[in-house]
């Protein structure tokens, strides 16, 4: 590894989950610091290079002390990854039940909101950069997933103020829009790794799904320096699947 982010300070949020696990692991490969955020925290070691801290992210004062805490460990932030999403409920809008369609708004795009307002004055300091993990069902969007869509659409509109915003502060804003990728979030969804691959592999044009450890490593890129001309924008992951 070429350490491309040598000594930066990450907070990662829905750090438990696969994609999490997988960009903290990439983080590091790298010589970034990380604080893993989930709403319980991760089981790690706490080492001179990892944290992990509990917080719900839909609650801006816990937020705001995960990030003081985060800079007080690590003297400084550089990287905000907004991965945390809610088990979104399904279901036709008329059947959605309100809570649910609150709920994961509140999480996916309200929650993306908090942190990122809390880490900008720290990340105004280091010329940072905010990650807003979406979803190819931000750009299109499926039957019975109103909620999750809108939320990742609105994470999409979201990145791209804060890249307004910010950019004459040096702060970069940028997101990255997934296709399925094989983790444990779509297995217990569809209750077998067989049944992933047969629900979800023929809408991806490629003729598969993606692994964590790719959506790692463009973590990693959008992130580093080689991506420092890149803001505002969206890197589609999704084999495809919205070429149709
Ligand atoms: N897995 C895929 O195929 C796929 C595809 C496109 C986009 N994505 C996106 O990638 C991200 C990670 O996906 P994953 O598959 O690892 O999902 P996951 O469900 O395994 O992980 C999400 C994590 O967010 C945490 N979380 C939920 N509510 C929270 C809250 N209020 N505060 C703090 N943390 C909270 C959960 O505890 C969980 O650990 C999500 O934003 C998801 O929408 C995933």
């Known amino acids: 590894m070429s350490e491309k982010l040598r000594d930066r300070v990450a907070i990662i949020t829905g750090a438990r989950g696969d994609l999490g696990q997988a960009i903290a692991r990439h983080f590091m490969a790298e010589g970034a610091k990380v604080c893993l955020v989930d709403l319980h925290a991760p089981e790690t070691e706490d080492t001179n290079d990892m944290m992990a801290l509990s917080c719900d992210v839909t ?8 990030v003081a805490a985060t800079v007080k460990r690590f003297g400084r932030l550089d990287i905000v990854v907004n991965n945390a999403a809610a088990e979104a409920r399904t279901g036709k809008i008329c059947d959605l039940p309100v809570d649910a369609w609150l709920h994961t708004l509140n999480v996916n795009l309200n929650g993306a909101y908090f942190v990122s307002r809390a880490a900008l004055p ?44 910010h950019a004459s502060e040096g702060i970069r804003a940028v997101s990255l829009s997934p296709g399925a990728v094989m983790t ?56 495809g699947y919205t070429l149709k």
């Open 122 to 165: 720290h990340l105004r300091e280091t010329k940072g950069v905010i990650l807003n993990i979406a979803s190819q069902l931000g750009h299109v969007t499926a039957k019975g997933h109103a909620a999750y869509s809108a939320s990742k659409a609105g994470l999409l509109s979201l990145t791209r103020t804060l890249a307004l915003d």
């Open 59 to 66: 609650d801006p004062e816990a937020v705001e002390a995960t």
């Open 184 to 239: 444990d979030r779509l297995i217990r969804r569809a209750g077998s790794e067989e049944q992933v691959l047969a629900d979800h592999g023929p809408r991806h044009p490629i003729g598969r799904i993606g692994t964590p450890d790719e959506i790692g490593a463009m973590a990693a890129f959008l992130v580093s320096d080689d991506a420092a001309f890149i803001t505002g924008s969206d890197l589609l992951a999704d084999g």
